[in-house]
Structures are given as C-alpha cells and as structure tokens.
C-alpha cells in the first residue's frame, strides 16, 4: 500500500472550496428568490439578470469542483491501492 502525506492531502482543501461556493451560492438563490416573490414586482430587470448569472457561474463552479475532488479522490484511491 503506498504512503501519502497527511499534510499533502488536497481533499480538505477541495472539500472546504466547495462549502464557501456552497455558501456562496445558498446567498444569491435566497436573492434570486426574493427579486422574484417582489408582490410589488419593483424588481429592478438588471439585479435579476446579475444575481441570475451570478447564479448560473457558481452553479457551474460548484459543479467543477466537485469533478474536481472526484478526480482527486480517484488518484488517491488507485495511489493507496498500488
């Protein structure tokens, strides 16, 4: 079975980039829902279609990273299985 470093482990570095974008993300869909439920409809077009971008790009980051730490989790698993 190879060795690895604790300390060299990039899982818990991966792992706490994906909480923040969670984070992150949590934020501008509770925004995105909150432009939306306006009764008043004083929604002002150009927040919108930035917080729905905004949206969009973590959605897609969040999905990078998690490949991300997949990827990672595999050449540690055939690196402790060699």
């Known amino acids: 079975m190879g060795q690895f470093p604790m300390r060299e ?3 818990p570095f991966e792992f706490s980039e994906v909480c923040k974008a969670l984070n992150k993300t949590r ?3 509770r925004r995105y829902l909150e432009l939306h439920e306006d009764p008043a409809n004083n929604v002002i077009k150009d927040e919108l279609e930035w917080t729905t971008t905004e ?3 973590a ?3 969040i999905e990078w990273d998690l490949e991300d730490l997949d990827d990672t989790i595999d050449i540690l698993l055939n690196f402790i299985v060699l």
């Open 9 to 11: 482990w990039p899982i």
């Open 27 to 29: 934020g501008l869909y």
């Open 55 to 57: 949206l969009r790009n």
């Open 59 to 61: 959605l897609r980051s």
